[in-house]
């Protein structure tokens, strides 16, 4: 039985494209917010 760090790295190796995408939408998302509240 694989613990959930060995899950989520596994995970993270086989589809790291889908992370790469997760942490693109949050930097994008944060500069939006950012952008937002400064203007």
Do not use: P
């Not at 693109?24 to 203007?39: E, K």
Request: hydrophobic residues 60%.
């Amino acid at each position: 039985m694989l613990g959930l760090a060995e899950l989520i790295t596994v995970f993270s190796l086989r589809h790291w494209y889908v992370t790469v995408g997760f942490w693109g939408i949050v930097a994008t998302a944060s500069v939006y917010f950012a952008v937002g509240y400064l203007n």
